[in-house]
C-alpha cells in the first residue's frame, strides 16, 4: 500500500483506524482495498457500489402547494444493480426555489422533468418543440437534436438507442466545442440539460454523463479566465444538472478559488447562491468559509426566511465546522419570529445548523440565547403536530442534543410513529429515532411498542436492500434498541450473519462492537453468531482515554479531574492507593471507571491481590464494587408540562451500569452535580458506598 493512501485512509477514519491498523493491519488494508476497488467500480461504470449518489441527506416537505407537489415522492428507489439510492430532496428543493425566484439568472432551465411541478413530469413533443427548437445556431440545433432524441428513446425505454444518441452526441460535442464561441457554449450548456442526465446513475450510461461532462469541463477550464461572475455560476449550476461531485470537477475547484479572490465585492444574490453551492460540493477552503461567514453575519439583515435557510444547511453539510458566534447569535434571535414561516425544508437545515453549532455549555456562556432555544420547544412542538417526520425527528434531535428536553416532546414523538405508517420513513430517520429513544432513559409510554413496529419494518421484505446499502444505519437502530435493553434477536443474527455491506462495517466499528458484546451480557441464551471480524473487534476497542493524565478537551479535563478527586478520597477511606484501580469495566466502553474488590467481612483488598486471592480455590469470591462517574454530558434536563424539571441519567450510562450489574459487580453511582455539590464529599462517598446495589 502507498503511504499516500495510508495517510488519506487514516485521516479520513482518524485514530481509531491507526490503532486497528497497528494491531491488525493486515485485515485493515484487505478491507481497504475492497473498499477502493468497489468505489473505482463505480467511477468507471462497471459495476454498483454501495451509494449511488454525491450526497443522501434528504428533508421532503409535506405541505400542500406546488413545491410541496415536486418534493414529496417517496425518497428511496432501487436501481437495477438492486441498490438503494435516495435523491438529495434539500438540494433539489433548493434549486427549484431559486430558479423559481429573483435568482433565476444564476441558474441554466433544466429538463423539463426538473423544472415541472413534478418530478416525474413527462415531456410532450409539441412542448419540446415550441420550447426547446428556438436555436438559429447549426451546432445548437445539433444538439439539441441530439437531446430530442434521448427524449424519445427514453420514452419508448429503450436502453440501447439511448445508449447509442449519448455515443453520437459526445462524438459530435468532441469536435465541435472546441471551435464555438462563448455564446453558443452558454446556449449549447442550456440545450443539453434539458435531458436529466442526473438519473444516469448506474453502468454505461453514467460512463457517457461523465464522458460529456468532462467534454465541457475541458472548455470551462480553457475558457474560464476571460468570464464575468454570472457565467461562473451558469457553469457551477451546469455541473449540479450532471450530478458531478467535488472530486472528479477540476473547474469548481476553481470556482471556489474565484470566488475567495473576490469575496469582498459579492452581491446578496452572489452570497445566498454560493451557499447553495458549498451545500452542494462541501469543499471549500476552510479560510474562505470563515470569510464568508463573516460577510453573512454582518449583512443578514438582507436575507429572507429561505434564504436563511440556505445558509444554514451550507454550514451545516461544509465538512468544515466554522463557528461564528456573531452569526449565531444572530439566528437565535431571529429563529423564534420564522420557525412558523418557514417551510419543512428550510425548518430542517435550520435546525441541522443550530445542532451543529450549539451545545449543553452555552447555558453557562449565553444564558440569554440557551433560553431562546428553550423557550422554541413548545412553538416546534405545536409544530410537530402537522409536520413531515424528517423534519419531526430534526426537531427532537435538536433538544437531544442540548440534554435539554420537554418530556411532552418525547412521547409526542413515539404517538406520531406509532399513528404513521412506516413504509415512508428512511432507515436514517428510523435509526435516529432508535438512538434518541435509547439515550434519553425517561419511560415514555409507548417506546417498547414502538421499537417492535420498527423492528417488523426492518423485518420486510421492502427493507432488505436499504439495509444493505445503509449498513450504518441499521446497525444504529440496533444499538439504540440495545440501551434500553430491547435485543430484536433475528435482525441481531440478520446482522452478524451476512456478509453485505461489509466495506461499510470499517465505518461503524464500535455500534457493531457494542451490540455484539452487549447480547452476550444481556441475552446469555442468543445461539447466534457474533462479530467475529478482528479488524472491527479492534476498531470497537479503541479507547478515548489513553491515560487519565491526557488532556484534549473541557468535558475530558473535567471528567478527569473529577475522577483523580474520587481516586484520592476512596484512597482516604479505604487506607490508600493501592485498594483503587481506575480502568475500563467493560470493554465497548470507552470511558475508565474506578473499581474496588472486598472480601468476605468486607474488607478492602490491594489491586496486587486480585489476581492471586482470585486463583485460590479455597477463597470465597471477591466482591466487586464499580464506582460509575456520571459526568456532565451523561445528564439530561427533562422538562414538565407545569414548568418542574427534572435530571436524570442518560441510557447510556444506564446501560453500562445494568450490564455490570448483570456481570456481578455492585454499583456506586455518583452524579457529578451531586458529587460537587456535597460539603462533605468523603462522607458523601461513605454513603454511597452503603446504599451501593
Known amino acids: 500500500m502507498k503511504v499516500s493512501s495510508l495517510y488519506k485512509l487514516t485521516c479520513q477514519y482518524g485514530q481509531a483506524f491507526r490503532r486497528a491498523w497497528i494491531l491488525h493491519g493486515s485485515r485493515c488494508k484487505s478491507e481497504y482495498l475492497q473498499l477502493s476497488r468497489c468505489s473505482s467500480s463505480v467511477s468507471s461504470g462497471r459495476g454498483p457500489g454501495p451509494r449511488t449518489g454525491s450526497h443522501l441527506h434528504t428533508a421532503p416537505i409535506k405541505r400542500p402547494g406546488s413545491v410541496a407537489d415536486f418534493i414529496t415522492m417517496q425518497g428511496l428507489q432501487v436501481t437495477d444493480n438492486a441498490l438503494a439510492k435516495t435523491r438529495e430532496f434539500e438540494n433539489e428543493y433548493y434549486h427549484f426555489y431559486l430558479e423559481q425566484s429573483e435568482f433565476r439568472e444564476y441558474f441554466l432551465s433544466g429538463s423539463l422533468k426538473d423544472s415541472f411541478q413534478h418530478p416525474d413530469a413527462k415531456p410532450s413533443s409539441q412542448v419540446w418543440e415550441n420550447k426547446h427548437c428556438e436555436s438559429t445556431n447549426s451546432a445548437d440545433q445539433i444538439v439539441s437534436e441530439h437531446v430530442r432524441q434521448l427524449w424519445e428513446a427514453s420514452e419508448r425505454q429503450d436502453t440501447d438507442s439511448v445508449i447509442k444518441s449519448m455515443c453520437e452526441l459526445s462524438r459530435y460535442l468532441t469536435t465541435e466545442l472546441p471551435v464555438v464561441n462563448d455564446d453558443t457554449l452558454l446556449q449549447c450548456m442550456r440545450n443539453i440539460i434539458k435531458y436529466p442526465f442526473r438519473d444516469c446513475l448506474t453502468g454505461e450510461s453514467r460512463v457517457l454523463r461523465l464522458e460529456i461532462a468532462t467534454l465541457f469541463q475541458k472548455e470551462f477550464l480553457r475558457r474560464h479566465s476571460e468570464w464575468d461572475m454570472k457565467t461562473y455560476f451558469l457553469a457551477a449550476d451546469f455541473h449540479y444538472h450532471f450530478r458531478l461531485s467535488y472530486s472528479i470537477s477540476r473547474f469548481m475547484k476553481s470556482f471556489f478559488n474565484l470566488m475567495q479572490k473576490n469575496i469582498h465585492d459579492l452581491s446578496h444574490g452572489d452570497l445566498v447562491v454560493l451557499m447553495y453551492h458549498v451545500s452542494l460540493y462541501r469543499k471549500m477552503s476552510r479560510y474562505t468559509l470563515l470569510l464568508l461567514v463573516e460577510i453573512i453575519s454582518a449583512r443578514l439583515s438582507e436575507f429572507n426566511a429561505q434564504t436563511i435557510g440556505i445558509v444554514c444547511l451550507g454550514l451545516f453539510k461544509s465538512e468544515w465546522y466554522c463557528p461564528n ?63 413531515h417526520h424528517s423534519t419531526l425527528i430534526n426537531i427532537v434531535h435538536l433538544y437531544e442534543h442540548l440534554n435539554d428536553i420537554s418530556a411532552d416532546m418525547i412521547q409526542e414523538l413515539c404517538r406520531i410513529l406509532l399513528k404513521e405508517d412506516l413504509e415512508s420513513w428512511r432507515l436514517k430517520d428510523l435509526a435516529k429515532f432508535c438512538s434518541m ?17 420498527i423492528v417488523l419494518e426492518l423485518a420486510s421484505n421492502r427493507r432488505a436492500i436499504e439495509m444493505r446499502t445503509f449498513m450504518p444505519s441499521f446497525v444504529a437502530c440496533l444499538r439504540g434498541m440495545s440501551l434500553d435493553g430491547f435485543y430484536p434477536l433475528e435482525l441481531i443474527s440478520q446482522l452478524f450473519s451476512t456478509t453485505e455491506g461489509c466495506e461499510y462495517r470499517i465505518h461503524i466499528g464500535q455500534n457493531l462492537y457494542h451490540v455484539s458484546e452487549s447480547v452476550k451480557i444481556e441475552v446469555p441464551h442468543y445461539t447466534g453468531p457474533f462479530l467475529a471480524d478482528q479488524g472491527q473487534i479492534a476498531l470497537g476497542r479503541c479507547r478515548k482515554y489513553e491515560s487519565v493524565q491526557q488532556k484534549q478537551n473541557q468535558k475530558k479535563v473535567e471528567r478527569e479531574d473529577l475522577t483523580n478527586e474520587l481516586i484520592c478520597l476512596y484512597s482516604n477511606i479505604l487506607g490508600g492507593k493501592e485498594y483503587v484501580h481506575l480502568g475500563t469495566l467493560l470493554s465497548h466502553y470507552n470511558t475508565p471507571d474506578i473499581e474496588l474488590r472486598l472480601d468476605s467481612h468486607g474488607t478492602a483488598i490491594p489491586v496486587a491481590e486480585w489476581t492471586t486471592q482470585a486463583a485460590n480455590k479455597n477463597q470465597r469470591p471477591h466482591v466487586k464494587v464499580a464506582v460509575l462517574l456520571y459526568p456532565f454530558n451523561a445528564i439530561y434536563l427533562l422538562r414538565r408540562l407545569q414548568g418542574d424539571v427534572e435530571m436524570h441519567v442518560s441510557g447510556y450510562y444506564l446501560c453500562k451500569a445494568r450490564q455490570l450489574r448483570q456481570l456481578g459487580y455492585q454499583v456506586v453511582e455518583i452524579p457529578h452535580y451531586e458529587f460537587q455539590e456535597a460539603q462533605d464529599k468523603q462522607s458523601y462517598l461513605k454513603q454511597k458506598y452503603l446504599e451501593r446495589s
Do not use: C, W
Not at 330 to 338: F, R
Not at 370 to 381: A, G, N
Not at 437 to 453: D, T
Open 325 to 387: 458566534k456573531q452569526l449565531l447569535n444572530k439566528i437565535i434571535d431571529l429563529s423564534g419570529g420564522i420557525v412558523n414561516e418557514l417551510d419543512d425544508v428550510s425548518l430542517t437545515a435550520l435546525l441541522k445548523y443550530l445542532r451543529r453549532y450549539t451545545h449543553r455549555r452555552m447555558i453557562f456562556a449565553v444564558p440569554d440565547k440557551y433560553q431562546t432555544l428553550i423557550d422554541l420547544q413548545p412553538v416546534l412542538q405545536a409544530r410537530m403536530q402537522d409536520t
Open 437 to 453: 429513544v435509547g439515550r434519553l432513559s425517561f419511560p415514555v409510554q409507548g417506546r417498547r411498542e414502538a421499537f417492535k413496529k
